[in-house]
């Protein structure tokens, strides 16, 4: 089966997997995760991300407070966070490496990619923000699952309000 508007899902994909790079080398990650999928997702122009983040009552903008907030947690618990380190952490989202050529994602990634690229084409409808916020908010584990709890956000109310924003109800 294939994507209904592949021209504009090409570029839809384009926009994410470029973006979602780009917030990966911004926290000085070599390789994009959901959660970054997710941060991509939000600045997508359909707003159907967003959109659906604000059905849940929650703040699109703070996702990326809260992974931050839940990988210095994650740290924190096995000894890990110096001054030094959190100074690197800045040096290195002032002054991101710069992207390699071919893309590769997380496993996990991968597979939320694929989850909302599939549902986009049983839906006959276009792929947007919603799809991945969708397909991330289903994983169980993880940094986006816990950023979107560190967020007050119920990760299946949020597919939920994802797929509603898809089918425009």
């Known amino acids: 089966m294939r994507l209904p508007r592949p021209m504009q899902d090409v570029k839809t994909m384009n926009a994410?997997?470029?973006?979602?790079?780009?917030?990966?080398?911004?926290?000085?990650?070599?390789?994009?995760?959901?959660?970054?999928?997710?941060?991509?997702a939000l600045a997508l122009p359909d707003g159907s991300a967003r959109r659906a983040f604000q059905r849940v009552g929650a703040d699109p903008d703070g996702l990326r407070a809260a992974i931050d907030r839940v990988h210095a947690e994650a740290l924190a618990m096995i000894g890990v966070r110096s001054a030094h380190e959190r100074e690197m952490d800045e040096a290195i989202r002032a002054n991101p490496p710069k992207a390699r050529g071919v893309m590769k994602t997380t496993a996990t990634a991968q597979e939320a990619f694929q989850v909302a690229t599939k549902q986009a084409k049983a839906d006959?409808?276009?792929?947007?923000?919603?799809?991945?916020?969708?397909?991330?908010?289903?994983?169980?584990?993880?940094?986006?699952?816990?950023?979107?709890?560190?967020?007050?956000?119920?990760?299946?109310?949020?597919?939920?309000?994802a797929r509603q924003e898809i089918h425009g109800g």
Do not use: Q, Y
Not at 16 to 27: I, P, Q, S, T
Not at 35 to 40: T, V
Not at 126 to 139: E, K, Q, R, T
């Open 16 to 40: 994410l997997l470029n973006g979602a790079e780009k917030h990966a080398l911004e926290a000085g990650e070599n390789v994009p995760g959901p959660e970054h999928l997710l941060l991509s």
């Open 124 to 161: 006959r409808s276009a792929l947007m923000g919603a799809h991945f916020v969708a397909a991330v908010a289903d994983l169980k584990e993880g940094t986006a699952p816990r950023a979107l709890r560190a967020m007050g956000i119920d990760p299946s109310a949020l597919a939920h309000a």
